[in-house]
């Protein structure tokens, strides 16, 4: 199986920047599209945004959109989440997760065939 290991996740105060990373094992990693995913408490798991194979696609959700950027360097097996002007409402863990299909189309939580750990962001104000 696919393993990810995210890194990053910490506390930063409302208007303030943090950088997730997310690296993958195996030697196909430019073959997945990946997704990144949060989950506050209480809450169902909400689609963050999406990067194509080779990087050259992204599509994220309105809520994010304008503040988070997500980016791959496949020589690294690592895909990264930098979120900028963040806010209290951004405070959930943070997936990375991974399609081996390479599809740009998946959206939900369960169309993904491998997660990560999970990392806790949390947003003060």
């Known amino acids: 199986q696919v393993q990810l290991v995210e890194s990053g996740g910490g506390l930063v105060q409302a208007g303030g920047s943090l950088r997730l990373s997310c690296v993958a094992s195996?030697?196909?990693?430019?073959?997945?599209?990946m997704g990144w995913f949060r989950q506050a408490p209480g809450k169902e798991r909400e689609f963050v945004g999406i990067?194509?194979?080779?990087?050259?696609?992204?599509y994220y959700a309105n809520s994010v959109k304008g503040r988070f950027t997500i980016s791959r360097d496949n020589a690294k097996n690592t895909v990264y989440l930098q979120m900028n002007s963040l806010k209290p409402e951004d405070t959930a863990v943070y997936y990375c997760?991974?399609?081996?299909?390479?599809?740009?189309?998946?959206?939900?939580?369960?169309?993904?065939?491998?997660w990560g750990q999970g990392t806790q962001v949390t947003v003060s104000s």
């Open positions: 997760a991974a399609d081996i299909s390479g599809s740009v189309y998946k959206r939900h939580p369960g169309e993904y065939d491998y």
């Open positions: 195996g030697r196909t990693f430019s073959s997945y599209a």
């Open positions: 990067i194509s194979r080779s990087g050259g696609y992204t």
